[in-house]
């Protein structure tokens, strides 16, 4: 079974902290990314990597950075934590050739106080 | 860019029944149209997909179809369950450079028994 693991299920950060959130897969897969969930508003793509130090912007990277240094990690950061990032941060991966076979990590619940 | 618009967003249906969750993608280039189940406080996962080169794939009581012309695609629960319940997510695969995955908004089913 593949696995992505996020290093945290619940963080609570106050406003203008940096945060770090981490993500782990163990398949090798080329692909990783970063969604965010609301209700209503599903999952939104905030970034995405298909290798190492390679990074491309989703629908929504403003006030978002990312850190790929090794294929297995995948790093969200937020520069400077805001109230309106209070979210279900989501992480997965896919092989290169399959993006659309994602395997999600349990999601990280962060609320900025 | 690419738009995907899902409805209902919630459905109720008594034990039994059929269920019917219907989605909409804006770019005609999108080939690849996966589905995902969440359970409640559980990661999303991959339960169906379909290719835009087949209009039709079921497995067991959950089918797929899609209609390239029209530009939707719909996802068919026959025989609900209890079990069933959960979110669903549409989504469609854009090639924007890098395949990558839109989703929509979700539809939250509950089967009553």
């Known amino acids: 079974d593949v696995k992505v693991t996020q290093s945290s299920r619940y963080l609570v950060k106050r406003t203008g902290e940096k945060v770090f959130l981490e993500c782990v897969q163990d398949?090798?897969?080329?692909?990783m990314f970063w969604y965010r969930q609301d209700p209503g508003l599903g999952l939104r793509l905030i970034y995405f990597?298909?290798?190492?130090?390679?990074?491309e912007k989703g629908d929504i990277p403003e006030g978002y950075s990312v850190s790929r240094e090794k294929k297995e990690r995948f790093s969200l950061i937020l520069e400077s934590a805001s109230t309106n990032q209070t979210s279900m941060y989501l992480c997965?991966?896919?092989?290169?050739?399959?993006?659309?076979?994602?395997?999600f990590g349990q999601g990280t619940r962060l609320t900025v106080v | 860019g690419e738009n995907v618009e899902q409805h209902p967003s919630t459905l109720s249906v008594q034990e039994g029944d059929s269920a019917v969750i219907k989605c909409t993608y804006s770019d005609s280039a999108s080939n690849y149209f996966p589905w995902y189940k969440q359970e409640l406080g559980k990661r999303p996962q991959l339960i169906i997909d379909i290719r835009s080169n087949v209009g039709e794939k079921k497995d067991q009581r959950i089918a797929v179809t899609l209609n390239k012309t029209a530009k939707h695609f719909s996802l068919h629960i026959t025989e609900t369950q209890p079990e069933d319940s959960a979110v669903y997510f549409c989504a469609a695969s854009i090639n924007t450079g890098f395949q990558k995955l839109v989703f929509g908004t979700g539809t939250r089913l509950l089967v009553s028994p």
């Open positions: 990597s298909y290798d190492v130090k390679m990074k």
């Open positions: 997965a991966s896919s092989l290169v050739f399959y993006p659309g076979k994602a395997f």
């Open positions: 398949m090798d897969h080329e692909n």
